[in-house]
């Protein structure tokens, strides 16, 4: 199967410092990569949709100044959270999709911020 | 709007068979997924139904029935390490993934 890779899983950090976080595609190429975040005991919510070699579409609400987003690559998608404040404390989830293929979203392992 | 429902939690005992239900309303209809996501662990894929009907994997199977906006999934001989949350998704027109808010299943011995 699929499989796609975060890194870090963890980080602590600073509030005001930035964090960037990587997601990466092993064995596909994913023209389309998404990224979500999720509280504790919530759902999934997708923050943006990152086509590579385009600017990322971020869903109402999800500042994108504050989110920066790149997917410079077919394999490599990178979410920056810019001068990160405790608030932004989340579990950060990318997944790819494989080109034409619609169906299936593959996941990363994800990426646990916490924000002092 | 879009909407996903499916029961907040769900107890079943160890062996046991355990249903766990969504309805949705969307715009546009390409398929229903189902996600397993154990506590601090990101979403694996489960099943994907576009096409009415039973699809059968193992001890998971997912129905869907589109004209009634309506899906299970089924988990036959339940063990403890499938305690853990089920996410029912759909793929709306636009191709995005509406997510419904999970399903914590508890499997007791």
Known sequence: GAVVSQHPSRVICKSGTSVKIECRSLDFQAT????????????????????????????QGVEKDKFLINHA????????????????SSFYICSARAGEI???????PGTRLLVL | ?????????????EGAIVQINCT???????GLFWYQQHAGEAP??????????????????SFLSRSKGYSYLLLKELQMK???SYLCAVMDSNYQLIWGAGTKLIIKP
């Open chain 1, 32 to 59: 389309t990569m998404f990224w979500y975040r999720q509280f504790p005991k919530q759902s999934l919510m997708l923050m943006a949709t990152s086509n590579e070699g385009s600017k990322a579409t971020y869903e």
């Open chain 1, 73 to 88: 690559s077919l394999t490599l998608s990178t979410l920056t959270v810019t001068s990160a404040h405790p608030e932004d």
């Open chain 1, 102 to 108: 619609q169906e299936t979203q593959y996941f990363g």
């Open chain 2, 1 to 13: 709007g879009q909407n996903i429902d499916q029961p907040t939690e769900m107890t079943a005992t």
């Open chain 2, 24 to 30: 949705y309303q969307t715009s546009g209809f390409n």
């Open chain 2, 44 to 61: 694996t894929f489960l099943s994907y139904n576009v096409l009415d009907g039973l699809e059968e994997k193992g001890r998971f199977s």
């Open chain 2, 82 to 84: 499938d305690s853990a």
